[in-house]
């Protein structure tokens, strides 16, 4: 399937999700991850993310997005054979609602290709995907998914097994955005 390029979705003053453009739910089921899940309106977005790290990333975006007004965030939303690089973009319009748009910026070969499944729990043989730069981590390094798989920690003919969250320097990223703003 032909992946739109982009979409967008709109939230109230409560974070419930009141509109989705057109395009959404192809796009979601083109991307893997939670960065973009299916979206039901009426609920709140916060039902939509299932692991807290990444719940508490995104909830620190739309904190900020609201004091400063509009606020950008780059990521990584790989599918199994691209590396996909990503633009969130969310913004405070004039009625209180929030409009949070996803672009695609550009793709590249993932070569070889890594194929990922949501482990349902944290548990050994599952390792860590950050969120928001899709690395993976094997023992204290966050590594490209290339590189892990080129350099045999990704097995071969079954998928990898992750659990999302995000990775300290996506973390500190954000916390560096907070101290500016609050500078
Ligand atoms: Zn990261």
């Given amino acids: 399937m ?12 409560q974070d419930r999700i009141v509109e989705v453009s057109a395009e959404w739910d192809a796009f ?3 991307n893997e991850g939670l960065c973009v899940a299916a979206l039901v309106k009426g609920q ?17 975006l739309v904190a900020q997005a609201r ?6 965030q780059e990521y ?25 748009r996803h672009e695609l910026l550009r793709e590249e070969v993932l070569d070889p290709p890594v194929v990922v499944e949501p482990a349902t729990t944290d548990y050994e043989g599952s390792v860590h995907r950050c969120s928001c730069c899709n690395r993976l981590q094997f023992s204290n390094a966050w590594l490209e998914p290339d ?3 080129s350099e045999g920690f990704v097995p071969a003919g079954h998928p990898l097994m992750i659990v999302y969250t ?11 955005v907070d101290s500016l703003k609050l500078a």
């Fill in 2 to 13: 032909d992946c739109p390029t982009q979409n967008a979705y709109w939230l109230d003053q």
């Fill in 28 to 30: 979601a089921e083109a």
């Fill in 44 to 60: 709140s977005l916060w039902d939509h993310i299932a692991d807290s790290p990444t719940l508490r990333w995104m909830e620190a």
């Fill in 67 to 72: 004091l400063a007004g509009e606020l950008t």
């Fill in 76 to 100: 990584r939303c790989d599918s199994p054979n691209r590396k996909r690089f990503m633009r969130m973009s969310i913004r405070c319009l004039s009625d209180d609602r929030l409009e949070v």
């Fill in 147 to 149: 590189y892990a798989a």
């Fill in 166 to 176: 995000v990775c300290p320097a996506c973390t500190t990223a954000l916390d560096s």
